[in-house]
């Protein structure tokens, strides 16, 4: 068995790295902002696709350089109405993964590609800019896009910023996207099943607003019902009358310390009362259910340490939708330490993550298959600051959603992930 588990292990990094040599070689630039500025990926991330500060500002600038855009920059139109930039920014991101779970039927698995998408934003006009990101495949599938979005900044020049199309709720929280390890920030996308609002992907509209002394304050308007397709008869993509919002305040001390509050509320409808999908709707079953989110997050920055935690609150009023208006309540917890140890300059990041999520929902068999709890050690590697190899161990001490025997499972991941 050791000896399968090792040449399994050399297999995926073999494979891996052969992809990312090859990719490089036909691409021998850096991703698209790199290669408009000519600077390195360095000045935005550490590493890649965390974002550092300066990454920050450049993105809540409209992808504009907070010091001002340098001229080679731009075509001159000869049109102070007209903006174009000479080259335009457009990326490729790659991930390739090879999974051990020792505890299940199939243990080993070449996910391979795990992910490819197409990343492009940048400025449309002084204020105007706009960012998307299109998934080729994601786990196999053409999953189409999941971030896309125009950003208008200092609106009427009241400094207030709106951003408008389809983005994660839980950005102004922490953003998955961004995250280093592969185990995701789950806490904030678990649900009733026959719930349609969570804090993941949605459509709306976005305002924020930054005061001098660390107060950022924003306020969402989204549909409540993620980023299904639209219905094909109406052409609509919300699928009740009802509209979901959500405001989170945080402050910044001293750049050592930030903490937040946020709090979200909508009412979503749900006709799919029945097993059979053939079955007529009973009329006398209630038919909508309010949703709440109540939360706290804080960051700690110690030098080389980051530490980032958050904790959320869930009440679905009828969350079962099966006309006995039961009450459905839920936590989440997630705790996440990073330790960089030449801070912004590492080679290497060791990240330990702490996914926990309890809620008194129940089947029909009585488990809470909601629950999910896991515990994750990740080494991140910079093979260029492109290209990063992902070392990933996972304890997942119960995910009930894939039934009452899926506990203390063993999780290793190897990959490797670069953006071109």
Not at 212 to 241: R, Y
Not at 244 to 272: C, D, H, I, K, P
Request: aromatic share 14%; glycine share 8%; net charge negative.
């Amino acid at each position: 068995m050791r000896k399968k588990t090792i040449l399994f292990l050399i297999l995926v990094l073999f494979t891996g790295i052969t992809v990312l040599v090859s990719v490089n070689h036909d691409a021998e630039a850096m991703p698209g902002f790199a290669r408009k500025y000519r600077f390195t990926c360095q000045t935005c991330h550490a590493p890649f696709p965390k974002l550092k500060p300066y990454g920050e500002e450049f993105a809540g600038n409209g992808f504009r350089l907070p010091e001002g855009e340098p001229p080679y920059s731009n075509i001159d139109t000869g049109d102070p109405l007209l903006e174009l930039v000479r080259d335009f920014p457009i990326g490729v991101r790659i991930d390739v993964f090879g999974m051990m779970d020792l505890d299940d039927d199939v243990k080993t698995d070449l996910q391979m590609p795990y992910n490819l998408k197409l990343i492009s934003g940048g400025p449309v006009s002084e204020k105007l800019s706009y960012y998307f990101y299109f998934f080729f495949s994601e786990r196999g599938e053409v999953a189409g896009i999941e971030d896309a979005f125009l950003y208008y900044r200092d609106l009427l020049g009241t400094g207030i910023n709106l951003t408008a199309g389809q983005f994660a709720v839980s950005d102004p929280i922490y953003k998955n996207e961004l995250r280093l390890t592969h185990e995701s920030y789950v806490i904030f996308d678990i649900k009733p099943p026959r719930s349609l609002g969570n804090l993941k992907y949605d459509r709306g509209v976005i305002a924020d607003y930054g005061f001098d002394f660390g107060l950022d304050l924003v306020a969402q308007v989204v549909n409540g019902n993620s980023i299904d397709p639209a219905d094909e008869e109406t052409k609509k993509f919300d699928d009740d009358t009802y509209k979901s919002g959500m405001f989170r305040a945080s402050q910044s001390l001293f750049e050592v310390f930030r903490f937040g509050g946020f709090a979200y509320a909508g009412r979503e409808q749900n006709t799919l009362y029945d097993d059979d999908d053939d079955a007529a709707p009973d009329p006398n079953r209630e038919r909508t259910s309010d949703v709440r989110y109540y939360g706290g997050d804080a960051s700690i920055y110690a030098g080389p340490f980051e530490l980032n935690l958050c904790y959320l609150y869930r009440t679905d009023n009828n969350g079962y939708f099966d006309g006995t208006g039961r009450e459905v309540k839920s936590q989440g917890y997630m705790a996440e330490l990073q330790f960089h140890p030449d801070e912004d300059r590492s080679r290497y990041v060791i990240t330990a993550l702490y996914n926990r999520f309890d809620s008194d929902f129940e089947d029909e068999e009585g488990i809470n298959i909601l629950d999910y709890e896991s515990a994750t050690l990740s080494l991140t590697w910079l093979l260029a600051r492109n290209a990063r190899i992902i070392g990933e161990y996972t304890y997942v001490i119960r995910d009930l959603s894939r039934g009452a025997n899926y506990e203390y499972h063993n999780k290793v991941k190897l990959g490797v992930t670069a953006a071109l």
